[in-house]
């Protein structure tokens, strides 16, 4: 069993900064694609990042791109979200996830362990 635990969410003004972390126990995820999805309330899930099992490859929605950057946390098996110059519409719960491929996706169907999420609220 996988268990995936995010942290590093908060209440933050526009244009800060938030690093999330996600820790995974349970089995390592070396060679396993890992990505971050948010969600809205009355809103689906949506794609943020993903990152290959080697770091290689990483991929962004585009309402994030410039601003986010993700990066993988070997030392605690796990993945990091860098976000930067936040805006309101930022606002979400965070999910970090992993598949069993090692290689990036964007859809959530692909992704076999999640966490439960961390609240990310950017005020105006």
């Known amino acids: 069993q996988v268990r995936m635990v995010e942290s590093g969410g908060g209440e933050v003004p526009a244009g800060a900064s938030l690093r999330l972390s996600c820790a995974a126990s349970?089995?390592?995820?070396?060679?396993?694609?890992m990505g971050w999805f948010r969600q809205t309330p009355g809103k689906e899930r949506e794609f943020v990042a993903s990152?290959?099992?080697?770091?290689?490859?990483?991929d962004y929605a585009d309402s994030v791109r410039g601003r986010f950057g993700i990066a993988r946390d070997d030392a605690n098996n796990g993945v990091w979200l860098q976000m930067n110059s936040l805006k309101p519409e930022d606002t979400a719960v965070y999910y970090c996830?992993?598949?069993?491929?090692?290689?990036?996706?964007?859809?959530?169907?692909?992704?076999?362990?999640w966490g439960r999420g961390t609240q990310v609220t950017v005020s105006s």
């Open positions: 349970g089995r390592r995820l070396n060679d396993n694609a």
């Open positions: 996830a992993a598949r069993r491929s090692a290689f990036v996706s964007r859809s959530e169907v692909d992704y076999m362990y």
């Open positions: 990152i290959s099992w080697d770091s290689e490859t990483t």
